[in-house]
């Protein structure tokens, strides 16, 4: 898991709910910001890899943004943004295992032949007959 905290950029605002009078002046939401493309922490392949995986959240300047409006504290919120994005892009860099493309066994394919064989005989025995 890499840590690349030093290159987040914090943005603040005030946030919406709960705080009473204390949301209209103080600015408890933050954003959480960090350009992809000029990380140094990771490699070409990693910064394709993150670009690809999270292309939903990756505005068109290349900014992966995440706002957090949870806590009544900026301290609070800023850390929970930044557990989020740390998160976030490190499973974004898991690489599936691929899937091996495997055969059924002899006998299931036995298996299910005689399956369908039985229940095609049980439906022809339900024909009515003349």
């Known amino acids: 898991m ?11 605002s005030r946030s919406s709910g709960a705080g009473g009078q204390n949301v ?3 600015e408890t939401s933050v954003t959480v ?3 992809v493309s000029e990380s140094e922490f990771f490699n070409e392949e990693e910064k394709e890899l993150i670009s690809e995986k999270l292309k939903n959240r990756i505005n068109s300047e290349g900014l992966l943004q995440l706002t957090v409006t949870e806590s009544r504290t900026q301290l609070q919120n800023k850390k929970i943004a930044t557990e989020r994005i740390l ?15 495997s ?9 299910r032949l005689d399956n369908k064989k039985k229940l095609s005989e049980k439906k022809e025995n339900r024909r009515f007959r003349l």
């Open 2 to 12: 890499k840590d690349f905290t030093k290159e987040l950029t914090y943005k603040t």
């Open 24 to 26: 209209n002046k103080v």
């Open 33 to 35: 910001i960090w350009m």
């Open 87 to 101: 998160e976030l892009v490190n499973k974004s860099l898991i690489k599936p295992k691929p899937r091996k493309a």
């Open 103 to 111: 055969k059924p066994s002899k006998g299931q394919i036995a298996k």
